[in-house]
């Protein structure tokens, strides 16, 4: 029943080639539990036939479907709370501050999954942003499928309850028969789209919050630094990055220093003054 | 939106509801296919008043009604009382129920369960079927089913 | 800490039980929300219990329903202390309304997982340090 070595390294090479995640031995219990539901879809019992027929006779589509089944995130509403807590009782008063004469606050959602994330900021702003501030919030992913489900802003019964404020939930979502719907004005306030993080970006930001939880613990440290690299080039000189609660750039990315926010972590770029690494171009203020 | 509940509705509703109590680990769902011998041996009911009439049943073998209380109560198959099923298949209807209920017209009210271990069907005069979901979970057949009064308060015919 | 759990069905008291105790919690079972209501006046108000730090609400109830039973708690200062959370199959969007405006504290919509329930005392402060979901 259980993957073997070949059909696990074809797996793995083809998510590593795509999407640059690092499936190292002893996850095949991850690839056999992602790959499950796809098999089960194209009529095979088990996942090494499904992994048999994707090496030798694949289907239109059974890559992408592959990578994006073993390249999705679990998510939720105010998914470990704290980065949440910070963003208001931190981040905001400090770009209040700093943005007074713009009022436009830009934040990007990096592999955003389901959109719980993106949605949640969303909540978050509207509800602490004074009168006359403006916010928008972009949500990107790998999985077309995922930014599919994400664009329709539309979650179950099960999903709302987890981790989502009863409050919030009557505030800010219309049931819609079984499911309930992030109403349209914070649904404006929200875009999607289709970024490798793995791959050079496209012209995005600049940023003044960036939020870039739980992916890079996927990546070897080689990518994780170039997708750091990357991140930086989209944030603003005094922008917020988190991170997910187990992660860190530090060992990874001199350009980033920790701040301590509350109970969790946030990162900054270091000014000019204080660069420990060679100052690349931070002149886009 | 006041279109009738379906059976796609029922299919939600069922995944959730196992995914939550009767199969947490996701290696017995409720499939959505018929028995292959649909058995009635215990009905949990749930009424809906207001500004929709009508039931919402939980129908299942005897085996089935003795995993689901295992299953909510905690306790071995084998030490599944006929009151535990009771309970337990009552709480059934009453949340699947209550998932039916936010899908028709406000405002409507939900009575409390009631159970009949008998096997009978035909208990439900004057209603007529919405929707029903024909269902096996663990080899055994289990049913949702959705009727819609077709009285009116004063007992005439709608 | 004490925690009531109040419901009409013996399984859901048991499934909501096997979660809090996980937590370490102390619990004291309720039929419906007169019967906790009693509980709360013969060993909190009149006597020198210790006032449950929580309590987990069913709505539909004989006797009393748990709406009723929120309003009344809210209604008693000596009973600031509870937070009160709905755990119920009342899933349409005024019927949360009521049941906030009520003074319920937090909202959990049947069916739920653990993790539900756990995060959610996780954003009332009221899951130990140490205890994830």
Known sequence: MTLTTQEFAFISGLVRRDAAIVLEAGKEYLVEARLLPLARQSGLPTVSEFVNRAQ????????????DALTTNETSFFRDGEPFKQLVETVLPDLLARRASTRQIKVWSAASSSGQEPYTLAMVLNDNLPAGWGFDIVGTDISTEMLTRAEAGQYTQLEV????PAQLLVKHFERNGAHWKIASGLRNKVSFRRINLAAPFPPMGPFDIVFIRNVLIYFDVQTKRTVLQRVAGTLRPDGWLFLGSAETTIGIDD????????????????TASKAAAPVSALGKG | MTTQ?????????AEQVWSSYLDVDGTSPLLPVAADKKVIDVTASVSVTGAWRGHVLVSCSEAAGKYVGAALLGIEFDDVAEEDVADALGELANIIGGNVKSLLPEPCALSLPHVHIDGSSGRYPAVTEVCHLDGTWRDESVTVTVLES???LAGAKA | MLTMVIDDSRAMRLILKRIVAQLGFDVVEAG???????????????????????????WNMPEMNGLEFVTAVRA???????TLMMVTTESEQNQIVRALASGAHEYVIKP???????????????????VAA
């Open chain 1, 255 to 270: 350009r980033f220093e920790r701040v301590v926010a509350g109970r969790t972590s946030a990162y900054k770029l270091r």
């Open chain 3, 112 to 130: 739920f997982t653990p993790d539900a329930i756990i995060d959610k005392l996780a954003l009332l402060g009221l899951v130990p340090n140490g």
């Open chain 2, 5 to 13: 509940p379906t059976v796609e509705d029922l299919k939600v509703i």
């Open chain 1, 56 to 67: 030798q006779r694949p289907e239109p589509d059974m890559h992408r479907k592959i990578v």
């Open chain 1, 161 to 164: 309850n987890r981790g989502l």
């Open chain 3, 32 to 58: 419906n929300g007169q019967e906790a209501m009693d509980y709360l006046k013969t060993n909190v108000l009149d006597g020198e219990g210790e006032i449950p730090g929580l309590a987990l609400v069913d």
């Open chain 3, 76 to 82: 008693e200062p000596r009973l600031r202390g509870m």
């Open chain 2, 150 to 152: 077709t009285t009116d």
